[in-house]
């Protein structure tokens, strides 16, 4: 079987405690808050944001040789999701990018075949969670991504983490569904699945440590996710895992993330464990499946720069709860009176992928001037078809200039313009997102990260924006 070469996971900002639903609805208060979305984030930009942080390295990135992405909740269907994650990672056109959409289980499933596929494979788990007012989805309910590198062990790629062994039981069970079409899911009642899915994950837990050589009490993390809390809280006893191996499940700080799930609480074990642990992931679902993973010495070199926990920590737990339900199209609102947007069109965005997509600069071979957005000429030293390409999505920058703009249309105005000035050379005037109209501010130092810009006329819009830099970096010596 393959290993496990890097991970990487992404929390968006946003929080809505429970508190504020529970206030505007006149119910019983919740006790934590859920991670959002952003206005301008789905399941394919936090999918991009998990696997930058898993890629990192640009080795890393150039040895991936097929993209699958995880969703019960894709951006789109009847085209594929993962062909944009590939174009935003600039990952060579033979790697091959295909979906696994439609249910939490698919996230278990593209795990299970990217360890037995033999190839470097690439599986992002992005998913966001939406319940009707008043809902325990809703409620309990969270977004987010992680992302998983796995391939064979090689000396300039070594595995932080070796796959023992794995197990599944499948089984049609009507316990949770959704229409095509439908904004909610519709759940049986809960005591029927947790007869079924407990003991499923106990046997497919017990079969998959059994062929790793591994006794329960001697895991030193399991991790249980699925959207039956009742059954996946039943499965350690069932085995006879200690309670203190159970990996904490993260639902309390962010919410549930479904497909996403079982990945960012791997993810937060990965970011904390030593070399020789072994861990256990059960997803529970339509069945169960389980993965075993053993971590080695390279864990500690190749952990995420992002920590799981650091993520939870800068959450902003002030989003309201009319704020959040007119993000996920659950309360419509009068939009501004000025003209719709308009959408992209599809052959200039082909044309210039490598700029729209992959935030790829132009670097003059002649002078060295850095253009952006590329161009043939350079504006320097007028050298034509002298250019090489050169990526800009991991560059930091400095605000140079900034603007509120309170007319131009958007589902959370102000709109925040900046000017960036990259390390290095490069200037950019982009949107600056996830922050205040405080953090617009001349100075400001910002990182891009990809977004979702506008939806017209059923299409989606992706470019990249600014946000207030996450990991501290002093702007070089020189830099414009």
């Excluded at 569904?177 to 809960?190: I, K």
């Excluded at 490598?354 to 001037?369: D, F, M, P, Y």
């Excluded at 990526?391 to 930091?396: G, K, N, R």
């Excluded at 200037?427 to 990260?449: F, H, K, P, Q, Y």
Aim: aromatic share 4%; with cysteine.
């Amino acid at each position: 079987m393959a290993g496990l070469l890097s991970y990487g996971a992404y929390l968006p900002c946003h929080r809505l405690d429970r508190s504020e639903i529970a206030a505007v609805l006149g119910e019983s208060g919740g006790v934590g808050a859920r991670a959002v979305a952003g206005y301008d984030e789905d399941t394919t930009s936090m999918a991009v944001e998990a696997a930058r942080a898993a890629l990192m390295s640009a080795t890393t990135r150039g040895r991936v040789q097929q993209v699958l992405l995880a969703s019960a909740t894709p951006a789109y269907l009847d085209k594929t999701n993962a062909t944009l994650v590939h174009a935003a990672l600039g990952l060579a056109s033979q790697v091959l990018a295909v979906d696994m959409i439609g249910s939490v289980r698919s996230g278990a499933g593209a795990l299970a075949l990217a360890a037995q596929s033999g190839q470097r494979s690439l599986v992002v788990l992005s998913d966001l969670r939406i319940g009707l007012p008043g809902g325990s989805d809703e409620r309990d309910g969270g977004d987010g991504a992680a992302a998983f590198l796995l391939g064979p062990d090689t000396a300039d790629l070594p595995m932080i983490a070796e796959v023992l062994a794995q197990d599944a039981v499948s089984d049609e069970v009507l316990e949770r569904w959704r229409l095509p079409g439908a904004v909610a899911s519709r759940v049986w009642e809960e005591r029927f699945a947790e007869d079924i899915y407990g003991p499923q994950a106990a046997q497919a837990l017990t079969a998959a440590l059994e062929r790793a050589g591994v006794r329960p009490e001697e895991l030193d993390h399991l991790v249980v996710a699925g959207l039956h809390a009742r059954a996946c809280r039943s499965v350690p006893a069932a085995v006879g895992v200690p309670a203190a191996r159970v990996a904490a499940d993260l639902t309390r700080e962010v919410g549930n993330c479904g497909t996403a799930h079982p990945g960012l609480v791997l993810a937060d074990v990965l970011d904390r464990a030593g070399p020789g642990e072994t861990i256990a992931v059960v997803t529970v679902g339509d069945g169960a499946s389980v993965l075993v993973l053993r971590t080695t010495a390279a864990l500690a070199a190749v952990r995420q720069p992002h920590p799981v926990r650091d993520q939870i920590a800068e959450g902003r737990p002030s989003l309201r709860y009319a704020t959040y339900l007119t993000w996920r199209g659950l309360l419509t609102r009068e939009p501004p009176r000025r003209p719709d947007p308009e959408p992209p069109y599809a052959p200039p965005a082909h044309r210039r992928s490598g700029w729209k997509h992959a935030l790829l600069a132009a670097v003059c071979t002649k002078c060295g001037t850095r253009q952006m957005p590329p161009g043939r000429v350079c504006l320097s030293c007028h050298s034509v078809d002298a250019q090489r390409e050169e990526s800009m999505e991991q560059v930091a920058g400095t605000v140079v200039s900034s603007t509120v703009d309170r007319l131009a249309f958007s589902p959370s105005p102000p709109i925040l313009l900046v000017v960036v000035d990259f390390d290095g050379g490069g200037r950019l005037r982009c949107e600056l997102t996830d922050a205040t109209e405080a953090d617009a501010v001349i100075g400001s130092r910002v990182e891009m990260t990809f977004r979702r810009t506008v939806t017209a006329r059923g299409i989606h819009n992706y470019f990249w924006k600014a946000r207030p830099l996450r990991l501290l970096r002093p702007a070089p010596a020189g830099a414009s």
